[in-house]
């Protein structure tokens, strides 16, 4: 889906609990299909279905995927799985629908956070929430790469709202990272048990403390799906000046795929067909966390606006839908200097 077409729904699936049960990790996922009957769908790994889920079909409306995947047969001796929805013929789904999963116990160094931040982050809990990191942190260096202009190891790296850490824990050992948020405590927890990365408290105004060029890569998981227009406005210039020429800018926005998942509201549909940008309100889970609880929103965004409204700071790189947690689409930008 190269623009947003509410007409034409690409299939929807994603993972929300996925953690180690012993020798085996416990798996439970939701299929959206685009159409139905849908075609016949598989969880695999290396391209082969994965032993020992099952598949449970609501006509209609979903299919449920539920099970203990044995870790012995998930990585054969690998230390790392990639699970895909692939069809009969072992084609996968959808592009950037991959789940990447570490061998269990691999990064066991830095701790899950507390539930209260992991669910005020992305409403997950500790032990999926870092699943998801991993896997995230990995789609990530696929898709940037081809965009860098040096290895990973040398980036300055900047996480604009990093959390609680989700990606943190995964990219602070490369290079040089530099986590800011405007959760303090998110930002304490950081601080206080993820080493090798820097972490700083941001306030509300769109401008941080960093001179202009200071960072190769800039990372936003899910803080323009928050943002009011004016504030997306500001950050993307300030953004733009952080990062130096030549450098990437990943940002993530709820597109087709987020608005497929919550079955179209027309109100928010018709708004992005006249503006390409809908506000459908507060987000309640920064609720006193900041001096301001009408900041944090909830945003749709089109293609078509990114494209036209963006550009005055960003060359548009690439649009790679459903990237985030197979939902959100990822932005990938370069500065206009
Ligand atoms: C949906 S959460 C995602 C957190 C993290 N990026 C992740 O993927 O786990 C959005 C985060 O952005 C932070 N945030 C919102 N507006 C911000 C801003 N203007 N500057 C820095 N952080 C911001 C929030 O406090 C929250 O931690």
Redesign the pocket.
């Given at each position: 889906m190269d623009s947003y077409d509410p007409g034409t729904p690409q299939t929807a699936w994603w993972l929300p609990q996925i953690e180690e049960r012993g020798e085996t990790i416990l798996v439970d996922g939701i299929v959206r299909p685009a159409a139905w009957p849908p075609p016949r769908l598989r969880l695999a790994a290396g391209g082969k279905p994965v032993p020992g889920v099952d598949y449970l079909e609501l006509p209609g409306e979903a299919i449920g995927l539920r099970g203990m995947m044995p870790v012995g047969a998930l990585f054969d001796g690998a230390e790392e799985a990639v699970l895909r929805l692939v069809t009969e013929d072992g084609k996968p789904l959808r592009d950037w629908d991959q789940f990447h999963l570490a061998r269990p116990g691999s990064f066991a160094a830095v701790p899950l956070p507390p539930a209260k931040l992991t669910n005020?982050?992305?409403w997950l809990s500790p032990r999926v929430?870092d699943k998801w990191?991993y896997a995230?942190k990995r789609k990530l260096e696929e898709a940037l790469t081809p965009h860098l202009h040096a290895p990973w190891a040398s980036l300055r790296l900047l996480?604009?709202?990093?959390?609680?850490g989700?990606?943190a824990k995964y990219l602070s050992g490369q290079g040089s990272y530099t986590g800011?948020?405007?959760?303090a405590e998110?930002i304490a927890w950081c601080r206080a048990n993820i080493p090798n990365g820097s972490f700083e408290l941001?306030g509300?105004e769109?401008r941080t403390q960093f001179e202009a060029g200071r960072f190769d890569v800039a990372i936003?998981?899910?803080?323009f799906?928050?943002?009011r227009e004016e504030?997306q406005f500001a950050?993307l210039k300030e953004l733009a000046r952080v990062v130096k020429p030549g450098g990437v800018v990943a940002v993530s926005v709820n597109g087709a795929t987020s608005l497929f998942n919550a079955s179209y509201p027309p109100s928010v549909r018709e708004a992005l067909k006249t503006r390409g940008f809908c506000d459908t309100g507060i987000e309640n889970t920064?609720k006193g966390?900041?001096s301001d609880d009408s900041?944090?929103r909830n945003i749709y965004h089109t293609h078509d606006y990114i494209r036209e409204r963006w550009s005055e700071w960003f060359e548009i790189l690439a649009i790679l839908p459903a990237f985030?947690g197979n939902m959100q689409d990822m932005i990938l930008l370069r500065p206009r200097r």
């Amino acid at each position: 889906m190269d623009s947003y077409d509410p007409g034409t729904p690409q299939t929807a699936w994603w993972l929300p609990q996925i953690e180690e049960r012993g020798e085996t990790i416990l798996v439970d996922g939701i299929v959206r299909p685009a159409a139905w009957p849908p075609p016949r769908l598989r969880l695999a790994a290396g391209g082969k279905p994965v032993p020992g889920v099952d598949y449970l079909e609501l006509p209609g409306e979903a299919i449920g995927l539920r099970g203990m995947m044995p870790v012995g047969a998930l990585f054969d001796g690998a230390e790392e799985a990639v699970l895909r929805l692939v069809t009969e013929d072992g084609k996968p789904l959808r592009d950037w629908d991959q789940f990447h999963l570490a061998r269990p116990g691999s990064f066991a160094a830095v701790p899950l956070p507390p539930a209260k931040l992991t669910n005020r982050a992305i409403w997950l809990s500790p032990r999926v929430f870092d699943k998801w990191g991993y896997a995230l942190k990995r789609k990530l260096e696929e898709a940037l790469t081809p965009h860098l202009h040096a290895p990973w190891a040398s980036l300055r790296l900047l996480d604009w709202g990093c959390g609680c850490g989700r990606l943190a824990k995964y990219l602070s050992g490369q290079g040089s990272y530099t986590g800011i948020d405007i959760d303090a405590e998110a930002i304490a927890w950081c601080r206080a048990n993820i080493p090798n990365g820097s972490f700083e408290l941001q306030g509300l105004e769109p401008r941080t403390q960093f001179e202009a060029g200071r960072f190769d890569v800039a990372i936003g998981i899910s803080i323009f799906t928050h943002l009011r227009e004016e504030d997306q406005f500001a950050w993307l210039k300030e953004l733009a000046r952080v990062v130096k020429p030549g450098g990437v800018v990943a940002v993530s926005v709820n597109g087709a795929t987020s608005l497929f998942n919550a079955s179209y509201p027309p109100s928010v549909r018709e708004a992005l067909k006249t503006r390409g940008f809908c506000d459908t309100g507060i987000e309640n889970t920064l609720k006193g966390v900041t001096s301001d609880d009408s900041y944090y929103r909830n945003i749709y965004h089109t293609h078509d606006y990114i494209r036209e409204r963006w550009s005055e700071w960003f060359e548009i790189l690439a649009i790679l839908p459903a990237f985030v947690g197979n939902m959100q689409d990822m932005i990938l930008l370069r500065p206009r200097r």
